[in-house]
């Protein structure tokens, strides 16, 4: 039983179910992956650097905001947004291995290692960023490369509404 729902042209937005749990079908939410298939690079190791990832396998884009051909998740409301991204860098090349969160093309924070030839290495970076509706946020690679296959299993780059 279905205590409390509220709707919106048919569109449910919030729902309490009978056991109090609150659901929010409607909440921005992406996970998306950086796979073979982008239109970007799409030969592994991926080296294009300096301009938004287009982080073309896209699990989830709950409410829309996030565009593949451009690599660009737009905030439809004001809020608290939490980006992470992970990937691992390829493993035939030792140096500088960095990658930035963008808002409003403005470094917010940054994810570095040092890669070894003979191993592959995580960067990943997370933060909680103050918006307001029509931000832009996004991940750029720096320098380096970036380990891709195709289905992206080693990388997200993940953006979700949390207050």
């Known amino acids: 039983m279905a205590l409390s729902k509220i709707t ?16 929010m079908p409607q909440k921005p939410l992406l996970v998306a992956k950086l796979t ?3 239109d970007q690079d799409s030969v592994n ?12 396998a896209v699990e989830i884009n709950q409410g829309n905001c996030y565009s593949s051909s451009t690599g ?10 939490n980006v992470s991204f992970m990937y ?3 493993n035939d090349l030792a140096a500088q291995v960095a990658s930035g969160i963008y808002k409003e093309g403005v470094l917010q924070a940054q ?4 890669a070894h030839s003979t191993a592959h290495e995580l960067v990943s970076a997370s933060i909680d ?10 991940v750029r690679l720096i320098s380096g490369n970036i380990y891709i296959d195709t289905v992206g299993t080693h990388n997200n780059f993940c953006v979700k509404l949390v207050g």
Do not use: K, M, Q
């Open 8 to 23: 919106n042209d048919g569109v449910t937005g919030l729902s309490i179910d009978s056991t109090g749990r609150v659901l």
């Open 36 to 38: 073979t298939g982008n």
């Open 45 to 56: 190791p991926y080296t294009y650097g300096a301009l938004d990832i287009h982080w073309d």
């Open 72 to 81: 660009v998740f737009t905030c439809p409301v004001d809020g608290i947004y």
């Open 88 to 90: 691992i860098t390829n």
């Open 111 to 114: 994810g570095y290692t040092y």
């Open 129 to 138: 960023l103050d918006c307001v509706a029509t931000n832009e946020i996004s």
